[in-house]
């Protein structure tokens, strides 16, 4: 069974819409989750980190919610470029001291003009 | 900024074939991770170590070895490389909860 789970798994918006990407999970513990932006073939870098039981983060043009009773977040990208066609990726880390990470397989984003 | 490099970033072998991947982080982390990124799959952890000289197994370690030589690299190792290792890998380390991922290295095993 996946333990991460995102929605949708693609997405086409025109340049200068909004959209928000949906990650569900079921790892436990969840010590917190990161929302990561990968271009084609690239590494990942990362977006924002959520701790919190309850946790917002703004970070430009993309802000992120946290809910762990839910176990549910979402990351909302405003006023979409060309340049945020990517996979966003949610990941959920575990608190121990491995760092172990589970990984969802991700969200497609293209941004037309 | 974290740095974390890999090398090669393409390779290409036969099946059967001895590949080495490397990664150096310039960091001073203790841990270091190797995954695989697959279509229809989130990255899966194979390898990772917290330190020079230590190896612990990951989710799918099967084909593979790593070893860690020093604090800053991190090497894994396909003796007998087999077409479904054909994948995008890539290193990590880590300080904390944050993870810094390298470039990734494509390979193709034919």
């Known amino acids: 069974k996946t333990q991460v789970e995102q929605s949708p798994q693609s997405l086409v918006v025109r340049q200068g819409e909004n959209c928000v990407l949906q990650c569900n999970y079921s790892v436990t513990p969840d010590n917190h989750l990161r929302w990561f932006k990968q271009d084609t073939g690239k590494g990942l870098v990362s977006l924002t980190v959520?701790?919190?039981?309850?946790d917002k983060t703004s970070n430009g043009r993309y802000s992120a919610t946290l809910d762990k009773d839910a176990k549910h977040s979402t990351l909302h990208i405003t006023a979409t470029l060309l340049d945020d066609t990517a996979t966003y990726i949610c990941v959920v880390g575990a608190s121990t001291n491995t760092g172990k990470l589970t990984f969802g397989d991700g969200t497609v984003l293209t941004v037309k003009p | 900024e974290a740095a974390v490099t890999q090398s090669p970033r393409n390779k290409v072998t036969v099946t059967g074939g001895n590949v080495t991947l490397s990664c150096r982080q310039t960091?001073?982390?203790?841990?270091m991770y190797w995954y695989r990124q697959d279509t229809g799959h989130g990255l899966r952890l194979i390898h990772y170590s917290y330190g020079a000289g230590n190896l612990q197994i990951g989710d799918v370690p099967d084909g593979y070895k790593a070893t860690r030589t020093t604090q800053e690299d991190f090497f894994l190792l396909l003796e007998l490389a087999s077409p479904s290792q054909t994948s995008l890998y890539f290193c990590?380390?880590?300080?904390?909860?944050?993870?810094?991922f390298g470039p990734g290295t494509r390979l193709t095993v034919l």
């Open positions: 959520l701790v919190d039981q309850k």
């Open positions: 960091n001073s982390h203790n841990y």
């Open positions: 990590a380390s880590r300080t904390g909860y944050e993870q810094y």
